[in-house]
């Protein structure tokens, strides 16, 4: 038997199945009993006209034969017949027309059915969708009503105050001033002999600093020091012209000879807001390395004295503050005169450059006790001791009383010894090359200094260049122990951090300069001088991070505190503030002008959540919520000199070092603005959406979109915004003179879309700290990056673990090129990376303030020259800053943006361009900051399998 043709018996039968299937279940055959339908009424007429119609002419055609054969044969009956014929043709032709009328008829009504069928499937896909969001917002909306069920627990628990910027209480010059205890001024400390209601902790501490006219000293000034030093204090915030209000009066002296002390003093005590000398800061600028002290028998009264030399009987620990000498620049960018960090070791270990300075007939300075402090034997070295007159000073003038000091003696064979231990090493070990020059070339004639220190040989330039051959740096204190601080020992210190080798200072009796901000022990290595015949066995123990961190920190350091004449004048006001415990002045906020003039209303367009997905919850809807503000006006001062990198000289709103505190207290006690996952106990996908757990209180986000001349490109990226949680406003940075379309249609996105106008086209816009954005976090996008929420949610979960970093999605590394011995930017996918493009990023408003305020200006510079690297700015930024690598989260590598005008990115001419970038600002940061990770950052249950009733944190990340 033959096989069916073509199958059809088999297609009847799974035919006749797929008609029981549809009874069996409706719901999925629906669909082909709607189009059976359309074809049996759209096919059955067209049959039935076809049939009638041939029905039709054939019975006319018949009919007409009979008759006319019959009108042939019986011609009698002709008449009646062909009458009969004419009127069954009409009634055929009649049944025609209606026939065709009824088939128009149902073809109308096909077609309206056919429309109705169309209309109630978008109606079934439309409720579908609406049925979708409305759960969602409904679930959305439990979420959000839990939170502000929270929020009001909150608010009617918390009693913590909302602190702002502190608001000035300022004094007047009329009140009563608190004199405090009476003491001889050689015992003044801070508790006897400084007004403390002159300067309120909400004061900002004001400075008023003398000028030269009123100070009357113009002939003994150096003007080009002492010019330098008052563009300092002219530069900061503190300083004011009103001395009525101020808690601080500062004047600049530079040396006096002996003989006109009492002019000096003539000349303090006819200052016009003297009083005894209350509240004043007397800045010597000294310029004689042979001037121990330029105030010595002096009255200064109850004021602060900041000098280079102090002896030790006149220098009051924990008053009196040690300058570093007026060597710094006056204008310019310090780093263009430092050496690079690296290699960390150099061509000597170590180095040692000067002469002894031994005269007889000026000999070292000796004192004894005033009979009301007890009694010392003449000849006795004193050190640090209080407890002595500056009247009682002592010299051992003649030949015969020095070599009846056994003490001198001991000293100078001291001395002696150290050198030749010094020589022994550099003769007998040939591990190491050192280099030590005990006496000058050129002779002893030409020598300054103090009797009992160590004279420095060369001009700046022949010390500069040897200094940068040496790892590390040797400073002999003076044999003198009556000298607290020389100028000399201050410049070898100033030079040694210069130059980059690290200081070893034999002396830890020294006053180092702003000992109370500087931990000199992280930059300088510090032993007593009889250290001196295991000083080679402990500069072995160093290893080579440990050398390069002494001297990164030595830099930042110079760059911060010692560098300039601003650094300088900073640094003593910053002394005297911390002392007081009041903030540092608060840092200033960039305005955020609208692009739009105040009569323009930008026309608003309702857009649909394209973003939305039924499935997942990724966080509730809320309210703008700006991050609290200066909430440790009072207490960020505990670490704000030893972030070594950051800025120590304002007060911020917020930065991302801020302490952690113990995982129980957001239970106990500290519960305000957590939201713990599962009210503590945890959970999966649903319980993980409706909070954002972690260490911190909630918090939401800043998106910043820096644009130019794409106003489609920009509205698209805005419009995916719309719904996205934890959102507290879009700034658009519009990056070009010429204003927005007026009929450009903006989307309501449910946040403030605020358009800030720019001074110029500048990619450093994107990092200016605008006083608009309220957030400590910031979301930094171009405007053709396409991130879906949920990676968006990702990132920024991601951040608040990791708030001092950069976290974001396109990563990309600096290969180092072998041939060239230079630096390469590179985009190729590597499975290791130094930097997260900020085109797609999460980092912290505090760095907003150190890219536009702190970080080089030259580093802007170039980005504006390039018009390019301003992601690989800040990423060397907060690189140095924490010394941590970027996180990369998802993924994605790079982003396609289809339709989108040719982006700069993709010329050769850019890449070019971050080659150079990167090598350039390798030579302002002095070393490569940037350090490489191999770690991407995915949720916790990424391709974990878990029971079907639960919900992964993410559903695709």
């Known amino acids: ?240 012209d009103d001395p009525d209000i101020a808690c601080l009066y500062v004047a600049l002296i530079t040396e006096y000879s002996s003989n006109v002390s009492s002019t000096l003093e003539d000349l303090l005590h006819q200052l016009p807001y003297w009083n005894s000398g209350v509240n004043h800061l007397l800045i010597n ?19 602060f004295v900041a000098s280079s030399s102090f002896s030790d009987f006149s220098f009051r620990a924990g008053f009196d503050i040690v300058l570093p000498p007026a060597l710094g620049i006056s204008s310019g960018e310090v780093w263009q005169h430092l050496p690079m960090i690296v290699p960390a070791r150099r061509k000597y270990l170590l180095m040692f450059s000067g002469e002894y300075i031994y005269d007889k007939l000026e000999p070292l300075t000796f004192r004894k006790a005033s009979s009301g402090y007890g009694h010392f034997n003449e000849g006795t070295v004193l050190h640090n001791s209080t407890y002595v007159s500056r009247n009682s000073r002592h010299l051992l003038e003649s030949e015969n009383e020095w070599s009846k000091s056994d003490t001198l003696k001991t000293l100078l064979y001291f001395e002696n010894t150290i050198v030749e231990v010094l020589k022994s090493i550099q003769t007998q070990i040939e591990s190491d090359r050192f280099f030590f020059e005990f006496v000058c070339p050129g002779g002893s004639e030409k020598l300054v200094g103090l009797n009992g220190e160590w004279a420095i040989c060369g001009d700046e330039e022949q010390r500069a260049s040897l200094l940068r051959q040496s790892t590390f740096s040797l400073i002999l204190a003076p044999t003198n122990y009556s000298v607290s601080s020389t100028l000399l020992t201050q410049q070898r210190v100033f030079e040694s951090l210069k130059n980059g080798a690290v200081p070893v200072i034999l002396g830890d009796y020294l006053a180092l300069p702003f000992a109370e901000v500087i931990r000199w022990s992280e930059v300088a290595v510090l032993l007593p001088k009889a250290r001196i015949t295991e000083l080679h066995f402990f500069l072995q123990t160093f290893v080579d991070a440990d050398i390069l961190e002494m001297r ?47 009569s323009f209303v930008p026309i608003k367009e309702t857009v649909v959540d394209a973003m939305l997905d039924a499935e997942e919850i990724l966080g509730p809807v809320e309210p703008p919520m700006n991050s609290p503000r200066y909430r440790r006006n009072f207490t960020v001062g505990w670490d704000s000199f030893h972030l070594l990198s950051g800025d120590p000289f304002h007060l911020y709103p917020f930065t991302p070092f801020e302490p952690v505190m113990p995982a129980d207290a957001k239970f106990v006690g500290s519960s305000y603005g957590f939201r713990p996952i599962g009210h503590g106990a945890g959970g999966a996908g649903k319980e993980f959406g409706e909070a954002l757990g972690g260490n911190n209180p909630r918090e939401q986000f800043t998106v910043v979109i820096l644009t130019y001349e794409r106003e489609a490109v920009l509205i698209s990226a805005v419009t995916r915004l719309k719904g996205l949680p934890h959102l507290n406003r879009v700034i658009v940075v519009w990056n070009n003179a010429r204003p927005p379309s007026e009929d450009l249609r903006w989307p309501e996105i449910g946040v403030d879309v605020h358009v800030v106008r720019t001074a110029k086209n500048s990619l450093n816009n994107r990092f200016l700290p605008y006083d608009a954005i309220q957030t400590e976090a910031i979301l930094s996008l171009d405007d053709d990056a396409h991130l879906r929420h949920d990676e968006i949610m990702f990132g920024f979960r991601i951040w608040r673990e990791a708030r001092d970093r950069i976290v974001g999605f396109p990563g990309r590394y600096n290969a180092w090129d072998i041939n060239h011995e230079s630096w390469l930017y590179n985009s190729n996918y590597s499975c290791e990376l130094s930097m997260v493009l900020t085109g797609a990023a999460f980092f912290h408003k505090y760095y907003t303030f150190l890219y536009s305020y702190v970080m080089p200006q030259s580093i802007r510079d170039k980005v504006d020259e390039y018009l390019n690297c301003e992601d690989l700015a800040m990423n060397f930024l907060v690189a140095h800053v924490t010394r941590k690598p970027p996180i990369k989260v998802t993924s994605r590598w790079t982003f396609r943006c289809p339709g989108c005008p040719k982006a700069l990115s993709v010329e050769d001419s850019h890449f070019h361009e971050r080659h150079k970038c990167l090598n350039f600002f390798v030579q302002v940061y002095g070393y490569m900051p940037l350090l490489n990770t191999q770690y991407r950052a995915d949720s916790v249950l990424f391709k974990t399998r878990i029971p079907h009733e639960k919900q992964k944190c993410f559903k695709f990340i």
């Not at 065709?100 to 309206?112: V, Y």
């Open 285 to 303: 600028i000294a310029l004689d390395p042979t001037d121990v002290d330029v105030f010595e028998g002096v009255d200064t009264g109850r004021a």
């Open 552 to 598: 990164r920190r030595g830099r930042i350091v110079f760059e911060t505190y010692l560098g300039d004449a601003r650094s300088a004048a900073d640094t003593v006001l910053a002394v005297v503030r911390a002392r007081l415990k009041i903030p540092a002045f608060p840092t200033r906020e960039e305005p955020s002008p609208s692009v739009f003039n105040d």
């Open 1 to 240: 038997m033959e096989p069916p043709h073509n199958g059809q018996p088999g297609r009847g039968h799974h035919g006749n199945g797929g008609f029981f299937t549809w009874l069996r279940h409706p719901q999925r055959g629906l669909p082909y009993l709607i189009c059976s339908i359309l074809v049996i009424l759209v096919v059955l007429p067209f049959m039935i006209h076809y049939y009638l119609s041939n029905y039709s002419l054939e019975y006319d055609v018949a009919q007409f034969a009979a008759s006319h054969s019959k009108s042939e044969g019986v011609e009698e009956f002709g008449p009646i017949r062909t009458s009969n014929m004419h009127f069954q043709i009409q009634e055929l032709k009649n049944i025609r027309t209606s026939v065709n009328n009824e088939l128009l008829e149902l073809e109308k009504k096909r077609q309206t059915l056919q429309s109705l069928v169309a209309s109630y499937n978008d109606a079934i896909d439309n409720l579908k969708v609406t049925y979708q969001t409305t759960n969602q917002e409904l679930d959305r909306l439990k979420v959000t009503f839990k939170n502000l069920q929270a929020e009001h627990e909150e608010l009617l628990q918390n009693k913590i105050p909302h602190i702002a910027a502190p608001r000035r209480i300022l004094p007047k010059l009329d009140d009563i001033a608190v004199s405090g205890l009476e003491a001889p001024p050689r015992f003044c400390r801070m508790h006897i002999c400084f007004d403390y209601s002159r300067c309120s902790l909400t004061s900002q501490f004001p400075v008023y600093v003398y000028n030269r006219k009123d100070f009357g000293a113009s002939a003994n000034v150096d003007e080009s020091v002492t010019h330098a030093m008052m563009q300092g204090f002219d530069a900061s915030p503190h300083v004011t």
